[in-house]
T-cell receptor, first 108, second 113 residues
Framework: QKEVEQDPGPLSVPEGAIVSLNCTYS??????FMWYRQYSRKGPELLMY????GNKEDGRFTAQVDKSSKYISLFIRDSQPSDSATYLC????????FGTGTRLQVFP | DVKVTQSSRYLVKRTGEKVFLECVQD?????MFWYRQDPGLGLRLIYF???????EKGDIPEGYSVSREKKERFSLILESASTNQTSMYLC????????????FGSGTRLTVV
């Protein structure tokens, strides 16, 4: 079993939709949870981060962590074509472990 | 802004060649990492380094080695390139006390023919 599982998609939604991206994990030692966004032919860039359980909101983006279920989510409200990218969840102890990434396409 | 620079965007090498991938960061970060990214497999950690002259194996170190002679530079070496090492290689760095502060380079797309 992989330490971090993520549905690879692709996910295709119309502009303005609410997008939900999810990951599950198996290692209860993870404390730091991150979401990275990766545009084509670029390196990943940090989008959101949370420590332990709870919610965090930043503009149109909300990150949720449920440690009891070992489940993390990223919600994107009012999605835009510029949100089209691959979204990677990642978790950290002494090194960063990534999900496989979900490819999102937002069409006008 | 922290900048992580990878020396080449695209590289084509022949099977059996020794290949050097260079990564330089400009923010005095202690920790540096090499990942490879493949479709359906995500990013997988090859090697990482906590400090100069220190190195640790990641999840897939076979066929690779690394060198960290200076704090700002972390090199990935393919001793004898093989076609299954065709991939996107990503370098990252972070400060020791900043669990969130990973910064990635733009990647090197290596093709081994």
């Amino acid at each position: 079993q992989k330490e971090v599982e993520q549905d690879p998609g692709p996910l295709s939604v119309p502009e303005g939709a609410i997008v939900s991206l999810n990951c599950t994990y198996s290692n209860s030692a993870f404390q730091y949870f991150m979401w990275y966004r990766q545009y084509s032919r670029k390196g990943p860039e940090l989008l959101m981060y949370t420590y332990s359980s709870g919610n965090k909101e930043d503009g149109r983006f909300t990150a949720q962590v449920d440690k009891s279920s070992k489940y993390i989510s990223l919600f994107i409200r009012d999605s835009q074509p510029s949100d089209s990218a691959t979204y990677l969840c990642a978790m950290d102890t002494d090194k960063l472990i990534f999900g496989t990434g979900t490819r999102l396409q937002v069409f006008p | 802004d922290v900048k992580v620079t990878q020396s080449s965007r695209y590289l084509v090498k022949r099977t059996g060649e020794k290949v050097f991938l260079e990564c330089v960061q400009d923010m005095d970060h202690e920790n540096m990492f090499w990942y490879r990214q493949d479709p359906g497999l995500g990013l997988r950690l090859i090697y990482f380094s906590y400090d100069v002259k220190m190195k640790e194996k990641g999840d897939i170190p076979e066929g690779y080695s690394v060198s960290r002679e200076k704090k700002e530079r972390f090199s990935l070496i393919l001793e004898s390139a093989s076609t299954n090492q065709t991939s996107m290689y990503l370098c990252a760095s972070r400060a020791t006390l900043d669990n969130y502060g990973y910064t990635f380079g733009s990647g090197t797309r290596l093709t081994v023919v």
